[in-house]
């Protein structure tokens, strides 16, 4: 049964007539049309649909909407400014060539924010650690690591 | 010159698309209307279908329709039209054709809804009946069934013996003799294959399809639905990974197409990610090695032979036991190569097709030898370099594998190794350091390049090849600007559109030798024509100049000897009256010359494991890989492109592992947290060098393809530190604590 929900997205607020079961990322992409996280399992094991709740990055695809109604939600068109420049972790990521195919690169940009949002100043080891729900099939785990270093900088 | 890129770091031109979610993929075209199609997987691995049962999901408010065997129309009769450009020998997989099944999770029907959650409901309301037949999916069980591994591939090389290995083995004073082993691995990209097929109202399709060759989708659907290739587009502008994935067509997009074409409605199908284990994999494999030296380490008689798994329908072959003749100055070498045909899937190439599991074992095996020599690893590679191919005398086109060893040597410290196993511990971990050496083809095929250059100084360049990650965008924008002498925001690359120019499939790390180049000769068409015009210009210094006398940088031609006699582009476009300048260019390889040369790309691997004493546990603490890769285009996406083999070689060595169980033919870790691949936490420190040397036999740009090579020798390489940290020698990958641990504490 459908009902309508209040979600609290990238700071405005929008009203969902939807299941309240539906996974938040369905809603997301298809009713908001925010293409930034991705569906890469479904099952909360790969990390490409993370976004902030309250600040913390998690995945998205298999929490309920109902219970992302009492949150802040940020996804990854919500981190840069509204002239179009870049959260300083994007930009990092741009710099430091941490794109290969880019699929999973929503959830390491979100994820690293939510990172930083909590250590400011982490190690190489506090990277590794806080990225331990993010997949990467290309390969691209060290220049991640260092473009999160380099952003905890800016 | 501000506008010479080529060699430098440049960022990736997707980079910004790529991290605010602006790049767009397979799944994510939509169009209102669109209907979702959802797989039904089979759940037996031989047999037929009895009866299968669709009327309660056709009962379902909103499902349209359901696709099986009984209800689709006849399409392509042949098998031949089944064939795709990456096509082994035999006869492909045709979904829905008949009631036979031929593998477990063959897609038995389609179901198509107004929504996807319609879809995967009413999917599971389909009753499939099985008459089950018994299957054979192991391969050790079945070795004596084995056929030759011959058959005309595009790639592929025939094994070839040379001289007498019998008798060169029978005589040699020291040998080693090994059996090794891996299981099946699956690509698994991040993205899940997905095709977006779009009903146009005049009948004809544009189809996001998910695939390293748009060219090859769109031949495909051509040939099987009879369709004229006119009304047939396919896009694929982003691939989210691929890695031989996409290759060949895969199920999915049959399925759409049928599915749009019966409904004349545009059909979306993703695959879920447990059906992302229902086709392609890399084939498992058991390899034997004899190798045989004098004790001065010259060695004198090399055999490989290898088991390798195919289906029942297809044969799948790749270069696994062609290797050793590239490396080692030997003239006994014999190559057996054999597949068994089983109740599986086709294997399909996964990166560093045979390559990577094929070097495995042949590096393995030199690590024993050095060993039971007492010689240092390194030491024997170099005593049996080789400057030729031994199984035909060719020299290679260039070949600087004896400075990737040296660089990469020191780099590591490895003249501080202490060969003594066990020999270096570190609190309760023991240190291991291990080497092994990567070959792998620098391969060019034809491809076309288009150019059109604009009054307003803008180049657009375009080819039908992909970008899977790799960045096929940044380097033709790289080429094409330092070409012209334009800066990079003023190029725009196109690429994954059938209506492109031709290109084959971006596999076998050929598209940087080969769309680059053809990309590089068409902007020298343009040049030639705008120094024509600026030829025609009254006064022009430039009257009857060549391409020779003048340089193109900076927007503007310039005399070679004396900078200040120049013209800019725009004034030579405003003066002739022109708008436009297009060129085409077909770039076809220059086989007479290619043809005197082996072409192959090398590298030297140095690894560095720490094993914990007593949990077993291995981690990858450092690796130096130093690559043989002829020139490099851009620093950056080379550098990542060798990073990602070697976290692939990383992952090869300690994780994958496709696990079937045997009784149900299936396999059974298929998902991403049971199908573990490296991640995050298992980062060494990598370290990555390039020693360059322009191949101007391979491309033009003097770049051999990089895709691949970075994974190549990883395995072994960490492999053979394991030994030299534990004194154990596990020769099946990967290498996980339970065979660290059996048989006694390590």
Known sequence: MKILITLRVNGKEHEVNVDPQTPLLYVLRNNL??????FGCGLSQCGACMVLFDGKANPSCLIAVERAAEMEITTLEGLGDENGNLHKVQQAFVEEQAAQCGYCLNGLVMASVGLLNEKPNPSDKEIQAGLYRNI???????????????ASAL | MATSFIGKPKNRVDGRDKVTGAAKYTAEFHRPGLLHGVVVSGTIAKGRIKNIDTAEALDINGVVEVFTHNNIPSLAWLDLSYKDMDAPPGDPFRPLHSDEIQFNMQPVALVVADSLELAQYAATLVKVDYEVEEHRTKLADNLADSIEGKGLRAGFTPPESIGNFKEAYADAEVKIEAEYSHGAEHHNPMEMHASTVFYEEDGSLTVYDKTQGVLNSQHYISMVFGLSKKKVRVLSPFVGGAFGSALRPQYQLFMATLAALQLKRSVKVELTRPQMFSFGHRPITIQNLKLGATTKGKIEAISHQAYSETSTFEK????IVNWSAKLYDCGNIEQIYKVVRLDVYTPL???????????????????ELAYKLKMDPLELRLKNYTEEDMSDGKPFSTKTLRECFKQGAERFGWEKRNPEPRS???????????????????MQVPARAKAEFSADGTLTIGSATADIGTGTYTIMTQIAAETLGLPLEKVTAELGDSDLPFAFIEGGSSTAASVGSAVQKVCRKIAKKLLKEAGKIKGSPFKGADLEDVVFSDEKISDKNDPSVNMTFSEVMKSRHLEKIRKKYMLLPNMLKQRKYNRNTHS???????????????KVTRIVSAIDGGRILNLKTAHSQILGGVVWGISMALHEDSFMDHNFGRFINHDLSKYHVAVNADMPDIDILFVEEPDNVVSSVGAKGIGEIGLVGVAAAISNAVYHATGKRIRSLPL???KAMTERKI
């Open chain 1, 136 to 150: 990467c099939r290309c390969g691209v785990h060290a220049r991640v690591i260092r473009a999160v270093k380099k």
């Open chain 2, 424 to 442: 270096m511990k570190d609190g309760n971990h023991f240190t291991g350091w291990g080497m092994a050496t990567g070959v792998w083809d620098a």
């Open chain 2, 736 to 738: 996980t604590l339970d």
């Open chain 2, 604 to 618: 030297a691997v140095f690894a560095e494991v720490k094993v914990d004493e007593d949990l077993g546990t291995i």
């Open chain 2, 316 to 319: 799948y072959i790749e270069n």
């Open chain 1, 33 to 38: 049309g925010l293409k930034g996280p991705k």
């Open chain 2, 349 to 367: 190439d996964m990166r560093a097709p045979g390559g990577a599991t094929g070097m495995y074992a042949l590096e393995a095996a030199m690590d």
